[in-house]
């Protein structure tokens, strides 16, 4: 907010107050996360708090964003026919409240992981859970 908007604004009366926070929502649906979990929307401190707390809930944090676990699902095996990888808290530094989080580095260590080769493409495709086939 502008130092003149501010100006604008109506005196609060003692015991309230105005502060930032921050709230996540999927990407794909734009449902708020705590909607159906806790039945109200979550306020977080800062980007470190939310992103540990919805990874740990099973939401999908990349860098294009985050999604809750069933839109991820379902963009996972539309795409990949696979379930979507589990992503821990983003980085050592977000557990540690110390710098901004690094989202994109579970994604690359996950694409170098010696258990999946860049040549795993050549394989057949699996199906996820739900049945569904990954596209040719």
């Given amino acids: 907010m502008r130092n003149h908007e501010r100006q604008h604004l109506p005196e609060l009366p003692a015991g309230f107050s105005t502060e930032t926070c921050v709230v996540v929502s999927c990407r794909t649906c734009q449902d708020f996360y705590g909607d159906d979990e806790e039945g109200g929307i979550i306020h977080f401190r ?3 708090e939310a992103a540990e707390v919805v990874a740990t809930a099973g939401w ?4 294009q964003g985050v999604q809750s676990r069933h ?3 379902a963009e996972a095996c539309a795409t990949r026919a696979v379930d979507p990888p589990t992503l821990g808290p983003a980085d050592p530094a977000a557990r540690q409240g110390r710098g901004e989080p690094n989202l994109a580095r579970p994604l690359a260590r996950a694409a170098r992981s010696p ?3 860049a040549l795993a493409r050549a394989r057949p495709r699996r199906r996820c859970r739900a049945g ?3 596209r040719p």
């Fill in 46 to 48: 800062g980007l470190h």
């Fill in 60 to 63: 999908w944090v990349t860098v």
């Fill in 71 to 73: 839109c991820a699902a």
């Fill in 115 to 117: 258990r999946r080769p």
């Fill in 132 to 134: 569904h086939r990954g």
